[in-house]
């Protein structure tokens, strides 16, 4: 049993930066991938960034945070961040942390996750 807990959510203008962190109430993280997702209102749950467990430094982007959003991942610390640069409203959601074990092709998926946070909100202004 994995309870992930998200921290850093807020609001801030267009522009702005947000960092975002994700630790283990319950059990710990090591041997799981954890994974970034948000959901906007009206919208499906969609993957942020996250990395697999086991594969490397390799991380994985929505095309549309590239080069904005930096996901990494403290090991010794048992913690995941999602540092958010040059944020956009588009970027408005509800911010989750994912703890599963995926296979690399289903990194992106929302049902490869059995551990999610509560979530926290992310609130972007123009």
């Known amino acids: 049993q994995v309870q992930p807990v998200e921290t850093g959510g807020g609001s801030v203008p267009v522009g702005g930066s947000l960092s975002l962190s994700c630790a283990a109430s319950?059990?710990?993280?090591?041997?799981?991938?954890v994974s970034w997702f948000r959901q906007a209102t009206g919208k499906e749950r969609e993957f942020v960034a996250g990395?697999?467990?086991?594969?490397?430094?390799?991380?994985y982007y929505l095309d549309s945070v590239k080069g904005r959003f930096t996901f990494s991942r403290n090991n010794a610390e048992g913690t995941v961040q999602l540092r958010m640069n040059n944020l956009k409203a588009e970027d408005t959601a509800i911010y989750y942390c994912?703890?599963?074990?995926?296979?690399?092709?289903?990194?992106?998926?929302?049902?490869?996750?059995?551990?999610w946070g509560q979530g926290t909100k992310v609130d972007v202004s123009s």
């Open positions: 994912a703890v599963g074990r995926p296979i690399l092709s289903s990194l992106r998926q929302v049902s490869s996750y059995g551990y």
């Open positions: 990395s697999k467990w086991g594969g490397g430094t390799n991380k």
């Open positions: 319950e059990g710990s993280f090591s041997g799981y991938s």
